[in-house]
Each structure stands twice: as structure tokens, then as C-alpha cells.
Nanobody, 126 residues
Framework: QVQLVESGGGLVQAGGSLRLSCAASGRIISGYTMGWFRQAPGKERECVGAINRSGSMTYYADSVKGRFTISRDNAKNTVYLQMNSLKLEDTAVYYC???????????????????WGQGTQVTVSS
């Protein structure tokens, strides 16, 4: 399995921006669909963004479309989540995850992913 470490979380005011990074080790991420998930207290873990192995296809949850951008740099073995126009409801622990897939496939549910990072807290304040 690939090991994943998230960074870049923190406290930000509503309307601000954060950029999350997910550094992978152990395996090269070009063999994986990568996803960003979040989980708020009392809520289920949800996929906010996913990107296929080539980077040619992305998925976004409706709640973050137009505000979040997922990207990957396979040469750096790193995945990013750029979060703009943050809202109070974006407060959650954000997780990076990897799923073994075919080249063009994309995955959006947690049980399809086999490797997870430890999570990074994002708190949006008013």
C-alpha cells in the first residue's frame, strides 16, 4: 500500500483559501486514483474531490464545485486540494486517499479506497 501524509490544514476565516497537500511514499501515485474526503462531527465521510490516474478526469461534490480544485503532480508523488471561498460548513477533518484503478477510472466512495492518510483539520471561522 501507499503511505499518505496530509498537510496544509488550519484555521481560516470564511471567504479565505487553503491549499492541502498529500505526500505519498512507498508506491508511485501514478498507479492510483486519488481522492480528498472530509468528515465533520456526526456526519459521514464524503468525497469532495477525486482525480483519475492521468489527471484527465476529476470529480467534485456539488457543495464544493467552483470553489475547490484537485490536482496531482505524479513526478512529485503529491496530490493537492486548493480550497477557495471557504464556508463555515467546510469545517471538517480532510483525508487524502488512494485507490487502485484502471487508467481512466475514478472512484468517489470511501470503501473503494484502500489507503488513507491520518487527516488534517480545516476550521473555517466567521
Amino acid at each position: 500500500q501507499v503511505q499518505l501524509v496530509e498537510s496544509g490544514g488550519g484555521l481560516v476565516q470564511a471567504g479565505g483559501s487553503l491549499r492541502l497537500s498529500c505526500a505519498a511514499s512507498g508506491r508511485i501515485i501514478s498507479g492510483y486514483t486519488m481522492g480528498w474526503f472530509r468528515q465533520a462531527p456526526g456526519k459521514e465521510r464524503e468525497c469532495v474531490g477525486a482525480i483519475n490516474r492521468s489527471g484527465s478526469m476529476t470529480y467534485y461534490a456539488d457543495s464544493v464545485k467552483g470553489r475547490f480544485t484537485i490536482s496531482r503532480d505524479n513526478a512529485k508523488n503529491t496530490v493537492y486540494l486548493q480550497m477557495n471561498s471557504l464556508k463555515l460548513e467546510d469545517t471538517a477533518v480532510y483525508y487524502c486517499a488512494a485507490a487502485s484503478t484502471s487508467f481512466f477510472a475514478i472512484k468517489t466512495t470511501p470503501n473503494e479506497y484502500e489507503s488513507w492518510g491520518q487527516g488534517t483539520q480545516v476550521t473555517v471561522s466567521s
